[in-house]
């Protein structure tokens, strides 16, 4: 296993459009998270799986963002009606339930909405 | 909630020790965790302290006091290649076990 995949590495899209993004976990790794960061920031948590339950959601999801993991592996974070202020990096990490070791990111998908 | 802080910038030169540091308040503490970050790249892993204490493996040390909120992330021998965002995150237990992250420092290394 080669870590945690990230799929577009970008994304360019026009005002209004949608777009979804995918992250493939470590395979053995039961949480999966979505972080969103912008420049010179850290990354600001979204929400997060336990296999293939949604557990927690930040208010920054607004009801624009859907995220699913629908059979406990791979990721989707959809985002409909992008706005400006959506461009950022999409940062997917997993780790095993209580890792005491961090978690393991990918390398991210940067969203641009011109 | 949770606040982190840590310095926005700093500055050093090659083969020096530079300490960042990192204050925090969170109401269910359960654990402080370190990441480096390359521009462009994903966070990596660097440490984990969730008791009181310094950690160290290898060039990179860190420390942690629970009572003061305080944690420092220590780097000896410093390298070119150490430039890079220093991220200090805050896993907080009512807050689903995930992490908070501070805003990061970012390390220049000069010749």
């Known amino acids: 296993d080669t870590g945690v995949s990230q799929n577009p590495r970008h994304k360019i899209t026009k005002r209004g459009q949608n777009v979804t993004f995918r992250c493939d976990p470590i395979s053995e790794h039961n949480r999966l998270y979505w972080y969103r960061q912008t420049l010179g920031q850290g990354p600001e948590f979204l929400t997060y799986f336990q296999n293939e339950a949604q557990l927690e959601k930040s208010r920054l999801l607004s009801d624009r963002f859907s995220a699913e993991r629908p059979k406990g592996s791979f990721s989707t974070l959809e985002i409909q009606r992008t706005e400006q202020g959506d461009s950022a990096m999409y940062l997917c990490?997993?780790?095993?339930?209580?890792?005491?070791?961090?978690?393991?990111f990918g390398s991210g998908t940067r969203l641009t909405v011109v | 909630g949770q606040n982190i802080d840590q310095p926005t910038e700093m500055t050093a030169t090659e083969g020096a020790i530079v300490q960042i540091n990192c204050t925090y308040q969170t109401s269910g503490f359960n654990g402080l965790f370190w990441y480096q970050q390359h521009a462009g790249e994903a966070p990596t892993f660097l440490s984990y302290n969730v008791l009181d204490g310094l950690e160290e493996k290898g060039r990179f040390s860190s420390f942690l006091s629970r009572s003061k909120g305080y944690s420092y992330l220590l780097l000896k021998e410093l390298q070119m290649k150490d430039s890079a965002s220093y991220l200090c995150a805050v896993r907080d237990r009512n807050y689903g076990q995930n992490f908070v992250f501070g805003p990061g420092t970012r390390l220049s290394v000069l010749p």
């Open positions: 990490a997993s780790s095993l339930s209580e890792a005491n070791y961090g978690y393991t």
